[in-house]
């Protein structure tokens, strides 16, 4: 591909981050696009319609462990430990439908899971007859420090377990009774709405203490975490997406599985040919474990999202680096909350910053539910006010963000990037002014601004 | 907006005839200068044009994935959609895509909620990872899971005689659990046992045509479950007319013979069926639901709602179906397509078993559409007699086979075993002429002879 924006010059130092940075991206919108990572991966395209035997029978391969080897050096994982899956949501797919789900099981998600996630625990304990988990969530409503968060983890567990006192949960991470019930938590790494950060690695010390299974949905992660070092960590399974913020095409995500839980992965979804091979060998020739050989191949796909990796930390090397493009994100968005929070005249959710990676939450200039008083907000209204929020910052303003109800509240939710400067929160801002006036009209003409 | 400078063939003009089949048709494809493709049956070809169109839908989705996804996406996934059950004869809300047939497949079999005493039959031929996947249902470490059992197949097979084989092993199955009832029929309550059956509408190796819709019926009428796994079809094989046939579930590939971008299949499930695949794989949003509306006010069947968007893909390939059929309607649409391929494959297969010196495998032509398999020049397993073809000698030969055909000849077909005997799978295609089929006969037979030399137990066989 041809193109100013289609290249960069790997010698010469890149332009300061903020706006200067846009032109690396083509978006009509303010929207995550990354075209030299998208020419990169067309490229990778044609190869294989140029020549699709040698490259689905030969090229494929070494290129896609490449791939898993740089992802895995990021994530502080063994190459063996990391597979690639084409997003998140099937990665946690894979791994709480490989579980053989006992009558007695636990199955715990939380308020704020994602809702595809949500939807496949509630999947799980839906099969009409025996055998099926129970399941159940665990409300958090933000803004809570880190230690509320970890004390009503517990507090939940801890009310189940009572609950279920009857059921023995002996099939605890490390142990060897594998046939008795099973306690399996899903943990948000970095919840979607709102888009806070969790006390992971604490709650995942909590499960090791109760006999938890941990399946981290960690779809936000890689690229906007730093320092998630799984080895020492040590969650039992850990999903994370590479086209939201490590600038992989979409779609791709990593799917770890440390060795010791490895045997529980018996197929990939949908299984492979390679699955109940005795000695799996990659078709690079090495004798590599059944779960990397599985996962190499579940099927015929478009494999350049798993190649365009590499195109994208080297992009992310040579703007800076990790630690550079966290560090000015992060700042952006903190900075950008607070600015954001002061056009609207509201207020940030995460007052502290131990919440705040990358993404910022705050309140929107509308009524707020409260306890005590007749709502404000209905199952009638809530989706209609959705729609408009939706509709109006796309059409009438150009830009976008995410934006959720939440503890009665309406939020918005801003994420900063490498080409976003306080200037774009103030837009937003100033968008959300307009459009929430806008909304209090029509919907609550007769409420006083809260 | 940039877009990948492709070459010529990327676009057509459809008010001039396309240029005659064969070679002169090769423009529109990507391939190579002097690669030889005998293999579309393994993984398809998009045509030049519907790459560029393909192109433009990613960058748009990239964009603008908001307005894409809002305001676009819907609309040509439904036209898509349309598109693809008219060639199927099939309700439109009775198809849905998936990202490939062993998906499909899977997502199919893995929401039958298995009980124990169930049965799942599949053939010694079906695909490989399609097997494993009736093979890891019975994995499950504990009950409730199904019982898999394969029916053996050994080719050639006249029609008549694959229906029986099947009907020989329904029969044993059924001898083997004289308590189970297999009450759990298609159409029926629910209560009971489950006899699931997986057919092949078109084998991969070797790439051989079933009866299935004969089968399909035979299992209508046993009240067997009909899975088929038809991942050769769509493209190849014409008038599919699913209503007509009825079968349980029944899945494609289109980016394998219908040109679109890689990787994009078909899952039809009829509007009886859908109850029974719950939810998409992975599971999407819209579970849940009884009647999801996704387009504005009007109501869309569960099953077609939760395969809009069952979590974050590229969804080109879907859309790449649009273009592709535009694109074959030029070419003269699927029969005209279909009549070249299929006359191309029994003559190439023909001239590929005179230059090697052996035969065809299908030699009364009724499994053959557009692939065609000949034996290769090596020795052949003799039933009784011990076997060169140890698990060392055949990683060997077929590891040969690929370097020597790939960098020495620039040519692709694919290599299988079967009944003792080494063959390869040549597909016909309309960039293809028999000069191509001619080609590969003179580089399977120079390769060949290169590996009995290599490997001395096979000169001592005799041929």
Not at chain 1, 292 to 321: C, I, M, N
Not at chain 2, 166 to 186: S, V
Not at chain 2, 407 to 418: D, I, R
Request: proline share 6%; aromatic share 10%; glycine share 6%.
């Amino acid at each position: 591909m041809t193109g100013e924006r289609f290249s960069y010059d790997s010698e010469s130092a890149p332009p300061a981050f903020g706006h200067p940075l846009k032109k690396y991206w083509a978006f009509d919108k303010d929207y995550i696009n990354l075209n030299h990572v998208f020419a990169a991966a067309a490229e990778i395209l044609l190869r294989a319609e140029q020549h699709p035997d040698r490259f689905h029978r030969v090229t494929y391969m070494p290129l896609l462990e490449e791939s898993r080897e740089l992802v895995a050096e990021l994530i502080g994982a063994k190459l063996n430990e990391v597979v690639l899956v084409p997003n998140a949501t099937h990665g946690l797919n894979t791994v709480l439908r490989s579980i053989e789900w006992r009558e007695g099981d636990i199955l715990l998600g939380t308020s704020t899971t994602y809702g595809a996630i949500t939807k496949t625990l509630k999947f799980l304990g839906d099969r009409s007859e025996a055998p099926r988990p129970v399941v159940y969530s665990v409300t958090y409503t933000f803004p809570l420090t880190h230690q509320e968060i970890v004390d009503t983890f517990r507090t939940r567990v801890r009310e189940l377990k009572f609950q279920h006192a009857k059921t023995r949960f002996t099939n605890v991470p490390g142990g060897s009774d594998d046939k008795g019930n099973r306690f399996v938590a899903v943990i948000d790494s970095i919840a979607s709405n709102p888009g806070v950060l969790l006390p992971w690695k604490e709650l995942i010390k909590v499960c090791e203490e109760e006999g938890i299974w941990t399946v981290l949905d960690a779809a936000h992660s890689v690229g906007q975490e730093p320092n998630i070092n799984l080895s020492e960590a040590k969650p039992d399974f850990w999903i994370s997406n590479c086209h939201k913020w490590l600038y992989a095409k979409r779609s791709c995500a990593i799917l770890y599985v440390p060795e010791r839980n490895q045997h529980i992965i018996k197929s990939s979804m949908p299984t492979s040919h390679m699955y109940g091979e005795s000695t799996p060998r990659s078709r690079t020739g090495e004798q590599v474990p059944t779960f990397v050989a599985q996962h190499e191949w579940t099927g015929t796909q478009d494999f350049s999202p798993y190649l365009s990796v590499k195109a994208a930390l080297r992009f992310r090397q040579w703007l800076g680096g990790e630690d550079k493009i966290h560090e000015y994100c992060h700042g952006l968005a903190m900075k950008g909350g607070v600015r954001l929070a002061e056009v609207m005249n509201t207020k940030v959710m995460d007052e502290t910053g131990v919440l705040t990676l990358h993404m910022t939450n705050v309140l929107m200039p509308l009524p707020v539910d409260r306890a005590g008083q007749p709502p404000v907000y209905t199952s009638e209204n809530l989706p209609h006010i959705n729609v408009m929020l939706r509709e109006k910052l796309f059409d009438d303003w150009n830009v976008y963000a995410a934006h959720y109800y939440h503890a009665g509240g309406w939020w918005v939710r801003a994420s900063a990037q490498v080409w976003n400067e306080v200037s774009d929160f103030e837009y937003l801002g100033m968008a959300l002014v307009a459009i929430c006036k806008e909304i209090r009209t029509k919907f609550f003409p007769d409420v006083s601004d809260a | 907006m940039a877009t990948l400078t492709l070459s010529e063939g990327s676009t057509y003009d459809p008010s001039v005839p396309p240029p005659a089949f064969g070679h002169a048709l090769k423009k529109y494809w990507a391939f190579d200068e002097g690669y030889v493709n005998l293999n579309n049956g393994a993984y398809g070809s998009q045509p030049l044009p519907v790459f560029a169109e393909s192109q433009k839908i990613q960058l748009l989705s990239e964009q603008a994935p908001d307005e894409f996804h809002r305001r676009l996406y819907l609309p040509l996934l439904d036209e898509a959609r349309a598109n693809v059950a008219k060639l199927l004869g099939a309700k439109v809300d009775e198809v849905v895509f998936v990202t490939n047939t062993s998906h499909g497949v899977g997502t199919v079999l893995r929401n039958i909620e298995w009980r124990e005493g169930d049965v799942i039959l599949g053939a010694s031929i079906t695909y490989q990872a399609v097997a494993n996947g009736i093979r890891y249902l019975g994995d499950r470490s504990e009950q409730p899971r199904p019982q898999p059992y394969f029916v053996e197949l050994r080719l050639p097979m006249t029609h008549q005689e694959l229906i029986d084989a099947f009907r020989a092993k329904i029969r044993e199955i059924k001898q083997l659990h004289p308590e189970t009832e297999f009450t759990y029929t298609p159409g029926s309550e629910g209560q009971g046992n489950r006899f699931v059956v997986v057919i092949d509408a078109i084998v991969s190796l070797p790439g051989v045509a079933l009866p299935w819709k004969r089968l399909v019926k035979m299992c209508a009428e046993d009240g067997l479950w009909s899975v088929i796994d038809a991942a050769h079809s769509i493209g190849q094989e014409v008038n599919i007319n699913l209503s007509e046939a009825r079968p349980d579930f029944w899945i494609s590939n289109c980016h394998k013979w219908l040109y679109t971008k890689r990787s994009c299949a078909v899952l039809y499930v009829p509007e009886r069926n859908q109850h029974i695949i719950k939810s998409s794989i992975p599971t999407a949003h819209a579970y849940g639901s009884a009647t999801a509306t996704s387009r504005e006010g009007k109501p869309v069947p569960s099953f077609v709602a939760q395969h809009e968007w069952s979590a974050t893909v590229d969804f080109s390939p879907f859309l790449s179906t649009t273009h592709a059929l535009k694109f074959r309607e030029w070419l003269g649409g699927e029969a005209k397509i279909n009549s070249y391929c299929h006359d191309l494959a029994v003559r190439g297969g023909t001239r590929l078993a005179d230059i090697l010196g052996t035969k065809v495998l299908d030699e009364s032509g009724e499994l053959t559409l557009n692939m065609t398999n000949v034996m290769l020049p090596l020795p052949v397993d003799v039933t009784g007699k011990p076997s060169v073809y140890n698990a060392q000698n055949m990683a060997t030969i077929q590891a040969t086979v690929q370097q020597k055909q790939l960098f020495e000849w620039n040519v692709a077909a694919s290599l299988l075993f079967h009944a003792g005997a080494w063959w390869v799978r040549a597909s016909a295609q309309v960039w293809t002429e028999i000069s191509d089929f001619e080609y590969l006969g003179k580089a399977l037979a120079q390769i060949c002879e290169e590996i009995i030399e290599d490997i001395p137990e096979l000169k001592k066989v005799d041929a």
